[in-house]
């Protein structure tokens, strides 16, 4: 009996309709938009203006586009996961309010928090559910509203980042299809560089907090640029060698979309062509957990089955990892 694989079966992506231009962003900080395409390769960003609106009404529209064009009953979906760095609420899974929002009555559903690596991460814990036979339709949904943590005075973070969810179902596959092999990594070490102060258990939120910015993002750009570089890179890599690919093997590379130049560098290090290189930081930045969905809800009309992917990520914490996927249907 062939041994069960955890399969993409369906793709689902929203972002908010209002965009933020590099050439607008020169109106707000001291920056212009020849720094921020050279530097980073963004353009514009998309933010969600809705009132009351949190990162679960990107999660939500997102997941109903991907049961829509997959023609998914959520009534059969088992758990759903919402990867996030930006939940509703601090307290209260996210992924509970939109599982119900969706109809997905008989799942269950938590959150998970890796930084830009938390779909990467939710990837392999849908894969694991699946092929240790449990369940049978998971839906991994990356999804932040960055605008909610951003001081749009500080020209080093607000330039980078941007709101969006993109949603992929995983079900079990006995072709051989789906996940490969996975490499995830993590270190405390990045603490210092990527992270907000305040708000959380160590420093809860204050008037003093607030008054000193401390629940914004806070960066280090430099030093994340260059863990991000050796690392997305060397695991990228790693997970070729050992499933012995070679660059002709590889159809596409879904990298997180950080920063250009990263991209360029891992691409590079593993020997794969651009044209092989999924790309959308220039109309989207950095999206966080949504990243990568929104990458293949771009692209899912030129994936063919059978095609071997290679995901990688980077995020805070620091937290990284590479994962092998064979794509498993044409659209
Ligand atoms: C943030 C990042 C784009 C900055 O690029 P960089 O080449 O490292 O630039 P530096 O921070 O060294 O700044 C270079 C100069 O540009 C200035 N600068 C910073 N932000 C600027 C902006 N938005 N516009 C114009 N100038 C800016 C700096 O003040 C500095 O000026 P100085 O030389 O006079 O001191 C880059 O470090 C990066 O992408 N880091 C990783 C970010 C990331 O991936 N984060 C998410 C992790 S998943």
Same mark, same amino acid.
């Given at each position: 009996? %062939? ?62 586009? /991907? ?185 596409? /590379? ?13 691409? %590079? ?33 030129? /994936? ?28």
């Amino acid at each position: 009996m %062939n041994k069960t694989t955890a399969a993409i079966t369906a793709v689902g992506g929203y972002v908010p309709d209002f965009v933020l231009s590099n050439k607008v962003l020169e109106t707000m900080v001291d920056t212009n938009d020849e720094w921020i395409t050279s530097r980073t390769g963004i353009k514009e960003r998309r933010i969600l203006k809705e009132e009351n609106a949190g990162t679960s009404y990107m999660a939500i529209r997102a997941a109903q586009d /991907l049961i829509k064009k997959g023609n998914v009953d959520p009534s059969e979906i088992d758990f759903v996961l919402v990867a996030t760095a930006t939940p509703d609420l601090p307290v209260a899974s996210t992924a509970a309010y939109v599982a119900s929002e969706i109809g997905a009555v008989n799942a269950f559903a938590y959150d998970l928090q890796a930084a830009c690596s938390s779909f990467l991460y939710g990837m392999s814990t849908a894969a694991s559910y699946i092929e240790s036979g449990k369940y049978k339709k998971v839906l991994v949904i990356g999804a932040d509203k960055m605008s909610s943590i951003l001081d749009y005075t500080d020209r080093t973070t607000c330039i980078i980042f941007g709101d969006g969810a993109g949603a992929v179902l995983f079900e079990p596959n006995e072709e051989g299809l789906g996940v490969q092999d996975e490499y995830l990594r993590s270190d405390g070490v990045g603490r210092q560089f990527l992270k907000i102060d305040a708000g959380g258990s160590i420093l809860p939120a204050s008037e003093e907090t607030v008054k000193n910015k401390q629940h914004y993002v806070y960066q280090d750009g430099k030093s994340v640029f260059k863990f991000a570089v050796s690392n997305m890179a060397e695991v990228s890599a790693l997970i070729m060698e050992r499933n012995n690919l070679s660059h002709e093997d590889v159809q596409w /590379l879904v990298p997180h979309q950080a920063n250009k130049r990263i991209i360029d560098a891992t691409a %590079n290090r593993m020997g794969v062509d651009s044209e092989k290189v999924m790309i959308n930081i220039d109309r989207y930045g950095n999206t966080t957990s949504a990243t990568l969905p929104l990458l293949l809800f771009d692209y899912e009309k030129q /994936l063919k089955k059978g095609d071997n992917l290679i995901f990688a990520a980077f995020g805070g914490g620091f937290t990284w990892g590479s994962i092998y996927l064979k794509w498993a249907y044409n659209s």
